[in-house]
């Protein structure tokens, strides 16, 4: 089995601050995909990355900047907080190939923007 | 372009009751669909998945989801259900391009002691 790790658990942060969240895995997947949830409703997708230095958009990657440095890490930084911003961003990881298609997720980070 | 319906945004049901959620799903090709719990505070868990074959397929925790594509749905079904099993679902659907997935907006279940 493998997991995957995000830090921080709760990130606080100013208006206008940029923040950076990161994700660790060791499922030695190929995809990684960066989710945000807002309270009570489904994920968007913001970023993924298919291999190493790759990065492609998702639904809602305004705003936001992602960095695919090696194949176990991803990172996602919200260039511009917003005031009163408050989500959960979920990282993910996949294989990208047969018939393994189902995703793997971190526990989230917590932002509150103050 | 794919999309997931989950047309009940929250269920409540007592324990020891079965269960139904629901999914609708939009896709021009047999879909991959994929049903995921997350419970407070923690990520998604995998539920149960489709690819092909037998369209009812069966889940960890006594879950199942059958599959219909005359429908387009893929409702999560569950016999008897526990307090433990208060959580969101959210049911999936594979993009066409690769692993990335759409997800539906989530079902809220709570379980009645």
């Known amino acids: 089995g493998g997991i995957i790790t995000q830090t921080p658990k709760f990130l606080i942060g100013q208006e206008g601050q940029k923040l950076t969240l990161k994700c660790q895995q060791n499922f030695n997947h190929d995809t990684m995909y960066w989710y945000r949830q807002d309270s009570g409703k489904g994920l968007r997708l913001i970023y993924y990355?298919?291999?190493?230095?790759?990065?492609q958009k998702g639904d809602l990657s305004e705003g936001y900047d992602a960095s695919r440095e090696k194949k176990s890490s991803f990172s996602l930084t919200v260039t511009s907080a917003q005031k009163n911003e408050m989500a959960v961003f979920l990282c993910?990881?996949?294989?990208?190939?047969?018939?393994?298609?189902?995703?793997?997720f971190g526990p989230g980070t917590r932002l509150t923007v103050l | 372009a794919q999309s997931v319906t989950q047309p009940d945004a929250r269920v409540t049901v007592s324990e020891g009751a079965s269960l139904q959620l629901r999914c609708k799903y939009s896709y021009s090709a047999t879909p991959y669909l994929f049903w995921y719990v997350q419970y407070p505070r923690q990520g998604l868990q995998l539920l149960l998945k489709?690819?092909?074959?037998?369209?009812v397929v069966q889940g960890v925790n006594g879950f199942e989801a059958e599959f219909s594509k005359s429908n387009s749905s893929f409702h999560l079904r569950k016999a008897s259900v526990h307090w433990s099993d208060s959580a969101v679902y959210f049911c999936?659907?594979?993009?066409?391009?690769?692993?990335?997935?759409?997800f539906g907006g989530g079902t809220r279940l709570t379980v009645r002691p």
């Open positions: 999936a659907v594979k993009n066409n391009a690769g692993a990335k997935l759409t």
């Open positions: 990355s298919i291999t190493e230095n790759d990065l």
């Open positions: 993910a990881s996949s294989w990208d190939w047969g018939d393994s298609y189902e995703q793997y």
């Open positions: 489709y690819y092909s074959g037998d369209p």
